[in-house]
């Protein structure tokens, strides 16, 4: 959606009484309030010195591209990446992550677009793995205090590179689950507890292995897990 689309979606939510989107500017970025619950955190990625009002720690030269559906930032799979001084699920006892993603069928094998981890070392991630026929979805949760992980990843369930996809990891409960434009793929059990104040990375993990390799358009943090007729799916946007 574009900044022009969402004004006049926010203008006829407001004439319909429903308090779609905050007026409100949270530290972590604009809010955007979902079916009455809990307001969201949303980062569209734009320009790369900023991200939801946060100063980026910028890596290489990512690039600001824009396909005439999605305005994004480009990453090279080798050495672009964003940083962000900012947890958006600290203290969260569930949540779900979104990211509108289009990964290019030419970057490696391994790729981690975006990584959270607090000071504990507690680690939140969402990765593809790339193959000829597509990539796969991994996602990967670890709590440092109970040292509980888990890790949802099928090579044989792949999605086609070069193509707008919005990808969800929901966590609530001792439960983890993964979705590809709002059609759950995997679920599992981990005993992940709240994070703590920590950073986030776009584009590379945060030891600077495995880059990623395409663009990323929107990236939105829930403090709620979703039901999946809530998820964002492709040419919602």
């Known amino acids: 959606m574009r900044p022009s689309e969402g004004i006049r979606l926010v203008a006829?939510?407001?004439?319909?009484?429903?308090?779609a989107?905050?007026?409100s500017n949270p530290p972590n970025g604009p809010a955007l309030s979902l079916s009455n619950g809990p307001a969201a955190i949303v980062w569209r990625l734009e320009q790369t010195t900023q991200v939801g009002g946060h100063a980026t720690n910028v890596l290489g030269t990512p690039r600001v591209s824009d396909d005439a559906t999605v305005q994004a930032v480009h990453f090279n799979g080798a050495t672009d990446a964003l940083f962000v001084a900012v947890n958006p699920i600290e203290g969260a006892a569930q949540f779900t992550i979104e990211a509108l993603i289009k990964p290019d069928a030419t970057g490696p094998a391994e790729q981690r677009f975006l990584h959270i981890q607090d000071g504990?070392?507690?680690?939140?991630l969402l990765e593809i793995r790339l193959t000829?026929?597509?990539w796969a979805l991994d996602?990967?949760?670890?709590?440092?205090?109970?040292?509980?992980?888990r890790a949802l990843l099928?090579?044989?369930?792949?999605?086609?590179?070069?193509?707008?996809?919005?990808?969800a990891l929901v966590y609530a409960n001792g439960h983890m689950e993964h979705y590809i434009d709002g059609v759950k793929e995997l679920e599992g059990d981990v005993a992940f507890l709240p994070m703590g104040a920590g950073q986030i990375?776009?584009?590379v993990r945060q030891n600077q292995v495995y880059w990623f390799k395409g663009a990323i358009g929107e990236?939105?943090?829930?403090?709620?897990a979703l039901a999946p007729a809530e998820l964002q799916r492709a040419g919602s946007r």
């Open 12 to 19: 006829l939510l407001s004439a319909l009484g429903v308090p």
């Open 21 to 23: 989107v905050s007026q």
């Open 120 to 124: 504990p070392g507690s680690r939140a």
């Open 132 to 134: 000829e026929a597509g």
């Open 139 to 149: 996602t990967f949760l670890h709590s440092e205090a109970n040292k509980s992980d």
């Open 154 to 167: 099928d090579r044989t369930k792949l999605h086609p590179a070069n193509r707008w996809t919005w990808v």
């Open 201 to 203: 990375s776009l584009g």
């Open 219 to 224: 990236v939105r943090f829930h403090p709620v």
